[in-house]
């Protein structure tokens, strides 16, 4: 039986740097499946968009370890590429959050995602498309950083919900927000239009988003053409900040609108503003913008999963 060979990009600094002690125990599951090994260690930000637009070609299976923005990279570069030419994708997550790993069911073990990465079938994942660049999981527009405030375990453990919700409407209060023109084509193919103030925007192909599962949504699918768009006013009052809160976070129902954040689905967005607006795609920087546009491309990368039928 012909050998298949296989590249291995990984990112050395990613997360508490766990690849570099896990290596050998990696290559031997790779080489083990069946693949002749090549290994790339990224140094800097870009490599490994670069490694695959050079050497894909010459690979049966791409396999990357880091964290997201490693994934997002290798995913961009494959994007360069025609459809047909396109090779499968493994990932194994070694970053400090890992939403892609969330959002594909990979294992936290570094071992057991290789053996996945190595050995599973390939689910046909949406990909999003940024004005001329790809992104694989989210395009985030305001200080995306700001979702942190959300969260309320520490802060509640230590002042309690109502303090929790006044240093939260306080960081709120700082944050810029943008007065934003939005066209979008809604799940019928209807074109929609908002214009509004807004502090954050996300439009999302994930179940997680920085760290929180289920902040994107009860309804969510990796591979049916839509994004999840999620926009969120800026507070004005304790009450409006718990409905920010209760929305994402807390509520059942997590596909509700109310009076801060706006809800829909979407194949094709575009977002104008008059001034520029700091725009992160996949948590890396995306520079500022007066004018963005978005759209779905459909099951367009394979990535390598357990199972896919789990995959939503």
């Known amino acids: 039986m012909e050998e298949k060979s296989l590249l291995f990009i990984y990112n050395p600094n990613a997360g508490k740097s766990v690849i570099p002690?896990?290596?050998?125990?990696?290559?031997?599951?790779?080489?083990?499946?069946?693949?002749?090994?090549?290994?790339?260690?990224?140094?800097?930000?870009?490599?490994?968009?670069?490694?695959?637009?050079e050497k894909a070609k010459e690979f049966d299976l791409i396999v990357c370890s880091g964290g997201d923005g490693t994934l997002s990279e290798v995913v961009s570069g494959m994007m360069t590429f025609p459809k047909e030419e396109r090779k499968p994708i493994g990932f194994i997550p070694a970053g400090s959050t890992n939403d892609t790993g969330k959002s594909y069911h990979l294992p936290k073990s570094i071992e057991d995602a290789a053996k996945i990465a190595a050995t599973g079938v390939p689910f046909s994942t949406d990909i999003g498309h940024f004005n001329q660049e790809s992104f694989t999981y989210v395009a985030s527009l305001g200080r995306f950083s700001a979702v942190s405030c959300f969260t309320p375990q520490e802060v509640k453990k230590r002042w309690g919900y109502l303090a929790y919700l006044v240093e939260g409407i306080k960081v709120?209060?700082?944050?810029?927000?943008?007065?934003?023109?939005?066209?979008?084509e809604d799940a019928e193919g209807?074109?929609?239009?908002?214009?509004?103030?807004?502090?954050?925007?996300?439009?999302?192909?994930?179940?997680?988003?920085?760290?929180?599962?289920?902040?994107?949504?009860?309804?969510?699918?990796?591979?049916?053409?839509?994004?999840?768009?999620?926009?969120?006013?800026?507070?004005?009052?304790?009450?409006?900040?718990?409905?920010?809160?209760?929305?994402?976070?807390?509520?059942?129902?997590?596909?509700?609108?109310?009076?801060?954040?706006?809800?829909?689905?979407?194949?094709?967005?575009?977002?104008?503003?008059?001034?520029?607006?700091?725009?992160?795609?996949?948590?890396?920087?995306?520079?500022?913008?007066?004018?963005?546009?978005?759209?779905?491309?459909?099951?367009?990368?394979?990535?390598?999963?357990?199972?896919?039928?789990?995959?939503?």
């Open 172 to 184: 709120l209060l700082h944050l810029d927000a943008y007065d934003l023109r939005i066209t979008y």
């Open 21 to 53: 002690r896990h290596l050998d125990q990696v290559t031997d599951i790779f080489e083990k499946a069946g693949y002749s090994v090549s290994l790339y260690r990224t140094q800097r930000a870009g490599d490994g968009k670069r490694e695959v637009i």
């Open 190 to 312: 209807n074109e929609q239009m908002i214009e509004d103030n807004f502090f954050l925007g996300m439009i999302t192909n994930s179940v997680s988003v920085g760290g929180f599962s289920g902040i994107t949504g009860n309804t969510v699918s990796l591979h049916d053409g839509l994004f999840e768009v999620i926009l969120c006013k800026r507070p004005r009052s304790l009450g409006q900040f718990s409905h920010l809160v209760q929305n994402l976070l807390l509520s059942a129902d997590k596909d509700a609108n109310n009076d801060v954040v706006t809800k829909f689905k979407t194949r094709k967005i575009r977002v104008e503003s008059d001034g520029d607006v700091q725009w992160v795609i996949d948590g890396e920087n995306a520079g500022k913008h007066k004018l963005v546009e978005i759209e779905n491309d459909m099951q367009s990368i394979d990535i390598m999963v357990e199972k896919s039928e789990e995959i939503v």
